[in-house]
T-cell receptor, first 112, second 111 residues
Framework: DAGVIQSPRHEVTEMGQEVTLRCKPI?????LFWYRQTMMRGLELLIY????????DSGMPEDRFSAKMPNASFSTLKIQPSEPRDSAVYFC??????????FGAGTRLSVL | DAKTTQPPSMDCAEGRAANLPCNHS???????VYWYRQIHSQGPQYIIH???NNETNEMASLIITEDRKSSTLILPHATLRDTAVYYC????????????FGSGTKLNVKP
Protein backbone atom coordinates (compact mmCIF):
# COMPACT_ATOMS: atom_id res chain seq x y z
CA ASP A 1 0.00 0.00 0.00
CA ALA A 2 1.20 3.51 -0.79
CA GLY A 3 0.22 4.82 2.61
CA VAL A 4 -1.66 8.03 3.26
CA ILE A 5 -1.21 10.41 0.33
CA GLN A 6 -1.46 14.16 0.75
CA SER A 7 -1.37 16.87 -1.87
CA PRO A 8 0.07 19.31 -2.47
CA ARG A 9 3.30 18.86 -0.48
CA HIS A 10 3.87 22.59 -0.43
CA GLU A 11 1.44 25.46 -0.87
CA VAL A 12 2.25 29.14 -0.93
CA THR A 13 -0.64 31.56 -1.15
CA GLU A 14 -1.57 35.11 -0.34
CA MET A 15 -3.73 36.23 2.52
CA GLY A 16 -7.40 36.09 1.64
CA GLN A 17 -7.10 33.30 -0.88
CA GLU A 18 -8.87 29.97 -0.59
CA VAL A 19 -6.67 26.95 0.12
CA THR A 20 -7.67 23.33 -0.35
CA LEU A 21 -5.62 20.48 1.04
CA ARG A 22 -6.27 16.92 -0.10
CA CYS A 23 -5.87 13.51 1.47
CA LYS A 24 -6.24 9.94 0.29
CA PRO A 25 -6.33 7.52 3.23
CA ILE A 26 -5.00 3.98 3.24
CA UNK A 27 -7.39 1.71 1.38
CA UNK A 28 -9.73 -0.07 3.78
CA UNK A 29 -9.24 2.37 6.64
CA UNK A 30 -12.48 3.84 7.93
CA UNK A 31 -11.24 6.69 10.12
CA LEU A 32 -9.51 9.82 8.92
CA PHE A 33 -7.87 12.62 10.91
CA TRP A 34 -6.62 16.11 10.10
CA TYR A 35 -3.84 17.59 12.25
CA ARG A 36 -1.97 20.87 12.23
CA GLN A 37 1.60 21.29 13.44
CA THR A 38 3.30 24.55 14.40
CA MET A 39 6.36 25.33 16.45
CA MET A 40 4.29 27.12 19.05
CA ARG A 41 1.45 24.63 19.51
CA GLY A 42 2.92 21.34 18.36
CA LEU A 43 0.68 18.75 16.74
CA GLU A 44 -3.04 19.43 17.18
CA LEU A 45 -6.02 17.36 16.09
CA LEU A 46 -8.41 19.48 14.02
CA ILE A 47 -11.15 17.04 13.05
CA TYR A 48 -11.73 13.36 12.51
CA UNK A 49 -14.15 11.29 10.46
CA UNK A 50 -15.43 7.81 11.03
CA UNK A 51 -17.04 6.05 8.07
CA UNK A 52 -16.99 9.39 6.18
CA UNK A 53 -18.98 11.16 8.92
CA UNK A 54 -17.40 14.00 10.92
CA UNK A 55 -17.34 12.90 14.54
CA UNK A 56 -15.36 15.55 16.39
CA ASP A 57 -14.51 18.95 14.93
CA SER A 58 -13.79 20.64 18.24
CA GLY A 59 -10.22 21.29 17.16
CA MET A 60 -11.16 23.31 14.10
CA PRO A 61 -9.92 26.80 14.92
CA GLU A 62 -12.74 28.83 13.40
CA ASP A 63 -15.37 29.00 10.70
CA ARG A 64 -12.77 29.72 8.06
CA PHE A 65 -11.80 26.06 8.27
CA SER A 66 -13.98 23.30 6.84
CA ALA A 67 -13.40 19.64 6.08
CA LYS A 68 -15.27 17.14 3.97
CA MET A 69 -15.07 13.45 3.24
CA PRO A 70 -17.32 12.72 0.26
CA ASN A 71 -16.22 9.09 0.07
CA ALA A 72 -13.97 6.58 1.79
CA SER A 73 -10.96 7.39 -0.36
CA PHE A 74 -10.83 11.17 -0.31
CA SER A 75 -10.97 14.09 2.08
CA THR A 76 -10.35 17.82 1.83
CA LEU A 77 -9.48 20.53 4.33
CA LYS A 78 -10.38 24.00 3.12
CA ILE A 79 -9.37 27.36 4.51
CA GLN A 80 -11.31 30.35 3.24
CA PRO A 81 -10.12 33.06 3.54
CA SER A 82 -6.59 32.13 4.52
CA GLU A 83 -4.54 34.22 6.96
CA PRO A 84 -0.80 34.31 7.74
CA ARG A 85 -1.42 32.64 11.12
CA ASP A 86 -2.70 29.58 9.25
CA SER A 87 0.85 28.88 8.09
CA ALA A 88 1.73 25.42 9.37
CA VAL A 89 2.24 21.83 8.32
CA TYR A 90 -1.06 20.00 7.93
CA PHE A 91 -1.11 16.24 8.33
CA CYS A 92 -3.71 13.71 7.43
CA UNK A 93 -3.83 10.31 9.13
CA UNK A 94 -6.01 7.24 8.76
CA UNK A 95 -6.78 4.22 10.85
CA UNK A 96 -8.79 1.05 10.81
CA UNK A 97 -11.56 0.88 13.40
CA UNK A 98 -10.05 3.77 15.41
CA UNK A 99 -6.85 1.79 15.96
CA UNK A 100 -3.27 2.91 15.26
CA UNK A 101 -3.09 6.07 13.15
CA UNK A 102 -0.86 6.23 10.09
CA PHE A 103 0.22 9.65 8.90
CA GLY A 104 0.85 11.17 5.51
CA ALA A 105 3.91 13.25 4.63
CA GLY A 106 2.05 16.49 5.26
CA THR A 107 1.34 19.72 3.39
CA ARG A 108 3.48 22.73 4.28
CA LEU A 109 1.28 25.81 3.95
CA SER A 110 2.68 29.32 3.80
CA VAL A 111 0.23 32.21 3.75
CA LEU A 112 1.91 35.49 2.86
CA ASP B 1 -6.37 13.22 29.94
CA ALA B 2 -3.36 11.36 31.22
CA LYS B 3 -0.38 13.49 30.28
CA THR B 4 3.13 12.31 29.66
CA THR B 5 6.52 13.71 30.71
CA GLN B 6 9.59 13.16 28.56
CA PRO B 7 13.09 14.65 28.63
CA PRO B 8 13.42 17.30 25.91
CA SER B 9 16.50 15.74 24.37
CA MET B 10 18.88 12.80 24.57
CA ASP B 11 22.09 11.73 22.85
CA CYS B 12 23.02 8.23 21.81
CA ALA B 13 26.07 6.78 20.10
CA GLU B 14 25.49 5.01 16.83
CA GLY B 15 25.23 1.24 17.32
CA ARG B 16 24.33 1.53 20.98
CA ALA B 17 20.92 1.02 22.52
CA ALA B 18 18.77 4.11 22.93
CA ASN B 19 16.54 4.07 25.99
CA LEU B 20 13.86 6.76 25.95
CA PRO B 21 11.92 7.22 29.20
CA CYS B 22 8.37 8.43 29.67
CA ASN B 23 6.40 9.17 32.81
CA HIS B 24 2.61 8.81 32.80
CA SER B 25 1.73 8.68 36.47
CA UNK B 26 -1.99 9.45 35.98
CA UNK B 27 -2.61 6.70 33.48
CA UNK B 28 -5.82 4.73 33.91
CA UNK B 29 -6.07 0.98 33.88
CA UNK B 30 -7.36 0.60 30.34
CA UNK B 31 -5.34 3.32 28.64
CA UNK B 32 -2.70 2.29 26.14
CA VAL B 33 0.79 3.74 25.82
CA TYR B 34 1.75 4.58 22.24
CA TRP B 35 5.07 5.66 20.81
CA TYR B 36 5.48 7.59 17.59
CA ARG B 37 8.47 9.34 16.10
CA GLN B 38 8.83 12.20 13.67
CA ILE B 39 11.87 12.48 11.50
CA HIS B 40 12.53 16.00 10.28
CA SER B 41 10.04 17.17 7.64
CA GLN B 42 8.12 13.89 7.69
CA GLY B 43 4.82 12.79 9.18
CA PRO B 44 4.72 11.02 12.54
CA GLN B 45 5.55 7.33 12.26
CA TYR B 46 3.99 4.66 14.47
CA ILE B 47 6.54 2.62 16.42
CA ILE B 48 4.83 0.46 19.03
CA HIS B 49 2.12 0.41 21.67
CA UNK B 50 1.22 -1.58 24.77
CA UNK B 51 -1.15 -1.86 27.70
CA UNK B 52 0.50 -3.81 30.51
CA ASN B 53 2.94 -6.30 29.07
CA ASN B 54 6.24 -5.54 27.46
CA GLU B 55 6.08 -5.47 23.68
CA THR B 56 8.62 -5.96 20.92
CA ASN B 57 8.48 -5.54 17.19
CA GLU B 58 10.97 -5.09 14.37
CA MET B 59 11.57 -1.46 15.28
CA ALA B 60 11.73 -1.35 19.06
CA SER B 61 10.86 -2.74 22.46
CA LEU B 62 8.47 -1.18 24.95
CA ILE B 63 8.97 -1.79 28.64
CA ILE B 64 6.08 -0.76 30.90
CA THR B 65 6.57 -0.77 34.66
CA GLU B 66 4.34 -2.95 36.77
CA ASP B 67 2.48 0.05 38.21
CA ARG B 68 2.16 1.44 34.65
CA LYS B 69 3.29 4.88 35.77
CA SER B 70 6.23 4.92 33.39
CA SER B 71 7.60 3.22 30.32
CA THR B 72 10.79 3.01 28.27
CA LEU B 73 11.16 2.74 24.53
CA ILE B 74 14.28 0.84 23.53
CA LEU B 75 15.92 1.07 20.12
CA PRO B 76 18.39 -1.82 20.38
CA HIS B 77 20.98 -0.61 17.88
CA ALA B 78 20.49 3.06 17.08
CA THR B 79 21.50 4.35 13.66
CA LEU B 80 21.87 7.87 12.36
CA ARG B 81 18.47 7.45 10.68
CA ASP B 82 16.87 7.07 14.10
CA THR B 83 17.55 10.75 14.84
CA ALA B 84 14.05 12.12 15.37
CA VAL B 85 11.56 13.46 17.91
CA TYR B 86 9.99 10.60 19.84
CA TYR B 87 6.51 11.04 21.27
CA CYS B 88 5.10 9.03 24.14
CA UNK B 89 1.30 9.17 24.10
CA UNK B 90 -1.34 7.87 26.47
CA UNK B 91 -4.49 7.13 24.58
CA UNK B 92 -7.55 8.08 26.64
CA UNK B 93 -9.93 5.18 27.16
CA UNK B 94 -12.97 7.45 26.77
CA UNK B 95 -11.87 8.77 23.40
CA UNK B 96 -9.54 6.68 21.34
CA UNK B 97 -9.00 9.48 18.89
CA UNK B 98 -7.53 12.00 21.31
CA UNK B 99 -3.87 11.45 20.63
CA UNK B 100 -2.06 14.20 22.59
CA PHE B 101 1.45 14.40 21.16
CA GLY B 102 3.15 16.71 23.63
CA SER B 103 6.69 17.98 23.09
CA GLY B 104 8.47 14.64 22.80
CA THR B 105 12.17 13.80 23.15
CA LYS B 106 14.62 14.82 20.47
CA LEU B 107 16.97 11.86 20.08
CA ASN B 108 20.32 12.72 18.54
CA VAL B 109 22.21 9.67 17.31
CA LYS B 110 25.87 10.54 16.87
CA PRO B 111 28.56 8.72 14.93
Amino acid sequence: DAGVIQSPRHEVTEMGQEVTLRCKPISGHNSLFWYRQTMMRGLELLIYFNNNVPIDDSGMPEDRFSAKMPNASFSTLKIQPSEPRDSAVYFCASSLRLDTQYFGAGTRLSVL
Amino acid sequence: DAKTTQPPSMDCAEGRAANLPCNHSTISGNEYVYWYRQIHSQGPQYIIHGLKNNETNEMASLIITEDRKSSTLILPHATLRDTAVYYCIVRPSYNFNKFYFGSGTKLNVKP
